[in-house]
């Protein structure tokens, strides 16, 4: 398994925006799609197994209606979801180089930069980090 | 390194049991480093030492020092306790989930409501010191004198907090490392400064420290146990650094590692500020400035702007502090609705920040409700209330985890030497004296005259007069706003949990379990996860 596409997804509009240009992507390259939905906790608040444990359901969950929105918009691409209990930025790259990824897509948050600065935005630190390109698709408008 | 992966279909589907994070993707290991940092961050030494010295000193006089000292032995016994516990079974609501499975679910509902409502009572501390150093930062000293001010912005710093628990956001780990090292220096320049200028010039009231000032056997029993109970919460959070690396399970050396050294970290600067504080201008000074203690001897050790560092640094802690007590209050609701101990709602999740979003806000909310009200009910003595009372509830739910960890693991507790000392012995002496601290705590706190403001009472219609093995209980006029808060919170659970079983008979119905090894991971509490979102 190797030169998959990496899509991260949160269930975000700027993230279903991201699917639509992943699959098309996928099947370019004629490449499977993963679809990655990263979680950490803040270490700060201490332990967290049941807590993981809801935060895992609502990421499967989140991954099933992604699959089947990607597999819907085309059936021949080969779709697989991956839930890694890492911050979304680390699962991204940590899931990127496990899979040996031609490219990471992303949504972009639109026209929100302080939001972004704020929360810490998921593109920005892919564009710095990644060592495989990034796409980040931009969420559709309002 | 193996992958998570998973069909649709199976998603989520994991053998019971395992632990999460202990497979698929390496699940955000901490190094040692963070351990660290988490462990003593979550102590919030600058905070605890603003919050409480200047009370511990009130009640022990010049052998404060002793009581810090002596204080960290119980919560030491009881860290291991929460080491092996955590082994077991890491759910977010800890002591709440350990001791519905060793001792049953009543003593574990109980338990669980004392972890809420002892992150309730320090709330309005942590605010009223974010408020009055804030303004003091600034030299508003009018504003820093105003109580509608200081609580003003001691309820927007709980609504900020509460913002940034509920979205999630977070300092990077160098950041932390940064903020809890600038603390930690700024305490030990302090210390260092303030008995340099003691043995080098003169001071008013400045006494050079003795060694008696660490003798806690100079005080009585009641002395000691009272002083104890208000200095217990200097090391409230501690336990995180025994706690927080258990998933990584690669690295077993690390959390006793990470524990052992922010155990020399936290008693080194608690032992030094608190003898350079008291040599500084004497023990009256600390009394006597109890509620503004690190501003009032900074100002004086340090000078102008140099007292800033301290300022700042306080809060700093207190900042961090709030949050690890947001944080797991939320988490620990969670976890008891996730095992149907309280309402699905408290279970839920924000989807779009994935935080206990329900349950954080609640807390927040309940937080300021509280804060104002106790402000309104006993102005000008918001924090010697709430540290004062404070010492009950982890006293009660500390002393419940030493207990749990006994019982939990009864099967096992004579198969080894090691097993009989850290998981028995060592648990059940903790429990042990925290709950004697407790019992004769409330005999001390039950004469108003011991009340944070003299002879201040409340419920003054409650009036009895008994003696109970030669102790005399006694209230005469009401009972103390200390007693109120810090036993009162803790006994109303009872009938609450009484209403919330009605109806939810089945959180009850369970029967308790005995750990079958020290190294096996206990199936969940309740199979199954809550198909709720916010």
Redesign the interface.
């Known amino acids: 398994m190797a030169g998959d596409i990496i899509l991260g997804y949160?269930?975000?509009d700027g993230s279903r925006a991201a699917l639509r240009v992943a699959v098309t992507v996928a099947k370019a390259f004629d490449a499977p799609l993963t679809v990655v939905f990263g979680?950490?906790?803040?270490?700060?608040?201490?332990?967290?197994?049941?807590?993981?444990?809801?935060?895992?359901?609502?990421g499967?969950?989140m991954?099933?209606t992604a699959?089947?929105e990607a597999k819907a918009l085309d059936p021949s691409v080969a779709v697989?979801?991956?839930?890694?209990?890492?911050?979304p930025a680390?699962?991204l790259l940590?899931?990127s180089l496990?899979r040996d990824a031609r490219v990471i897509v992303v949504g972009g948050s639109g026209e929100r930069p302080i939001v972004g600065a704020?929360?810490?935005s998921v593109p920005h630190k892919l564009l710095h980090r990644s060592t495989v390109p990034v796409l980040v698709v931009p969420a559709p408008e309002e | 390194?193996t992958?998570?992966?998973?069909?649709?279909g199976e998603?989520?589907a994991?053998p019971t049991g395992e632990?999460?994070?202990g497979k698929?993707?390496?699940?955000?290991a901490?190094g040692l480093l963070?351990s660290l940092v988490?462990g003593v961050?979550?102590t919030a030494p600058a905070y605890s030492l603003a919050a409480s010295l200047g009370f511990v000193t009130l009640v022990a006089f010049k052998f404060a020092p002793a009581v810090m000292l002596v204080a960290f032995v119980p919560m030491l016994f009881i860290a291991a306790a929460y080491f092996y516990l955590?082994r077991a079974?890491?759910?977010?609501?800890?002591t709440f989930?350990w001791v519905t499975r060793a001792i049953g679910p009543r003593t574990g509902w109980l338990s669980g409501w004392g972890i809420l409502v002892t992150d309730l009572v320090v709330m309005p501390s942590l605010a009223s010191i974010a408020g009055y150093y804030t303004f003091t930062l600034f030299d508003a000293k009018s504003l820093a004198g105003s109580t509608f001010w200081v609580t003003f912005v001691g309820v927007v710093w709980i609504v900020v907090m509460t913002a940034i628990?509920y979205?999630?956001?977070?300092l990077s780990a160098r950041t932390q490392v940064l903020l809890l090292g600038a603390e930690l220096v700024i305490l030990t320049i302090f210390a260092v400064v303030a008995l340099t200028k003691v043995y080098t010039q003169h001071i008013a009231h400045s006494i050079r420290p003795e060694w008696v000032w660490l003798d806690p056997f100079k005080m009585s029993i009641s002395t000691l146990s009272v002083g104890m109970l208000t200095a217990v919460f200097i090391y409230w959070g501690w336990d995180?650094a025994v706690?927080?690396n258990?998933e990584s399970r690669d690295a077993k050396r690390t959390p006793g590692v990470a524990a052992l050294l922010s155990t020399l970290v936290l008693l080194a600067i608690y032992l030094i500020v608190s003898i350079a504080a008291q040599a500084f201008h004497g023990p009256d000074f600390l009394t006597n400035n109890s509620s503004d203690i690190l501003n009032a001897l900074g100002h004086d050790v340090l000078g102008s702007p140099w007292d800033k560092l301290l300022i700042i640094a306080v809060l700093t802690s207190a900042s961090?502090s709030t949050?690890?007590t947001i944080?797991?209050a939320?988490?620990s609701a969670?976890?008891m609705a996730?095992?149907k101990a309280l309402p699905p709602r408290f279970?839920s999740?924000q989807?779009?920040f994935?935080s206990?979003g329900f349950s954080t806000l609640l807390f927040g909310l309940i937080s300021v409700v509280w804060y104002v009200a106790l402000t309104i009910l006993s102005p000008g003595i918001v924090l010697a209330n709430s540290i004062l009372a404070l010492g009950f509830g982890i006293s009660f739910y500390y002393g419940m985890t030493g207990f749990a960890c006994v019982v939990y693991y009864r099967r096992l507790l004579f198969k080894s030497l090691k097993n009989f000392l850290f998981i028995g012995l060592a648990p059940l002496l903790g429990g042990l004296m925290l709950a004697a601290m407790f019992v004769i705590s409330i005999f001390y706190y039950s004469n108003p005259i011991n009340s944070a403001k003299s002879g201040q009472a409340w419920f003054k219609f409650i009036q009895f007069n008994v003696h109970v093995l030669g102790v005399h209980l006694f209230v005469k006029q009401g009972v103390s706003p200390i007693l109120v808060i810090g036993v009162g919170l803790l006994v109303i659970g009872f009938p609450i949990m009484l209403l919330w079983r009605v109806g939810h008979a089945d959180f009850f119905r369970r029967s308790r379990e005995a750990a079958a090894s020290l190294h096996a991971s206990a199936p969940?509490?309740t199979p199954g996860?809550?198909?709720v979102?916010d």
Do not use: F
Request: glycine share 12%; net charge negative.
């Open positions: 949160d269930g975000s979680y950490e906790p803040n270490p700060m608040g201490g332990e967290t197994a049941d807590y993981k444990r809801q935060l895992e359901k609502i499967s969950d991954l099933t699959v089947s697989e979801p991956l839930v890694v209990p890492l911050r680390e699962s940590q899931a496990e704020i929360l810490g | 390194m992958t998570t992966t998973a069909d649709s998603l989520g994991r632990a999460p994070g698929g993707l390496k699940s955000g901490l963070s988490i961050a979550s955590n079974d890491p759910d977010c609501g800890t989930t628990c979205i999630g956001i977070e995180t706690t927080v258990e961090a949050q690890t944080l797991p939320g988490r969670l976890s996730v095992h279970g999740i989807p779009k994935l206990p969940p509490l996860v809550l198909p979102t």
